[in-house]
């Protein structure tokens, strides 16, 4: 081989090689990398444990004494259903060994025992989550709404200032998911607001709640 034909050959060779990577490279961009074969269409059971912040009281008098659930833990489970790498469907459930407790007293007031109140929130939610097409990121932003019921069990104990109820509720939520921690496993942190319609028996007004969710889960795929 002469010399002019060896310098030629390795500028060949790049260029072959430049030529091949522009080629396979749109073709990478076109097929997005998933964390498992079906794209993320699937089941998912999840359990969480969050801190359950009503921000109203359930009763508002005109002497500005009322009701509220006091800020305590609370655990949840959830089932979903994607049906395809977007959007899925979500059957959640929200459970609370809540207290119960007076504001609004004048100042030096003994505060009357009101006792606990077993409070439960269940919806079904539409959910929508951000995946990037041909991203390895494990992580996924999601935004969910939805509707169901809120429920809330004094015992007897608040009458006449809170009584039992069952009152229609929406529910609005985003968080980030974090998947492929071990396999088919993944951790979620989320902020949820249930937003439910509560009647005062004290006054027989209706009033607008809302129940600030502030959670932490744990989920596995099938």
Request: no cysteine; hydrophobic share 40%; charged share 15%.
């Given at each position: ?70 800020v ?49 929130v ?6 929508y ?6 991203s390895?990121s ?7 709404a ?32 974090l998947?492929?921690v ?41």
């Open positions: 081989m002469t010399r002019r034909g060896r310098v030629r050959l390795p500028a060949v060779l790049a260029a072959a090689l430049l030529g091949a990577a522009t080629t396979t490279a749109p073709l990478t961009a076109q097929n997005p990398v998933d964390f498992d074969e079906t794209g993320g269409e699937g089941f998912e059971i999840l359990g969480a444990i969050g801190l359950l912040t009503p921000l109203g009281s359930l009763v508002s008098n005109e002497d500005g004494v009322g009701a509220t659930v006091n305590n833990v609370s655990y949840g489970l959830d089932a979903v259903y994607w049906a395809s790498s977007r959007w899925g469907v979500g059957a959640t459930g929200w459970y609370s060994p809540a207290q119960l407790s007076i504001v609004g007293l004048p100042q030096g007031t003994e505060q009357p025992d009101l006792g606990n109140a077993d409070y439960f269940g919806a079904l939610n539409a959910i989550r951000f995946r990037g097409e041909g390895r494990p992580l996924e932003p999601y935004l969910a939805g509707g169901g019921i809120r429920h809330l069990d004094v015992g007897g104990m608040a009458a006449p200032f809170v009584e039992d109820s069952t009152d229609p509720a929406a529910t609005v939520a985003g968080g980030v998911r998947q492929g071990i396999s088919k496993m993944m951790i979620r942190l989320e902020m949820r607001d249930n937003i439910s319609l509560y009647e005062s028996p004290a006054t027989g007004d209706s009033k607008l709640l809302n129940d600030l969710l502030l959670s932490f889960g744990v989920g596995v795929r099938f």
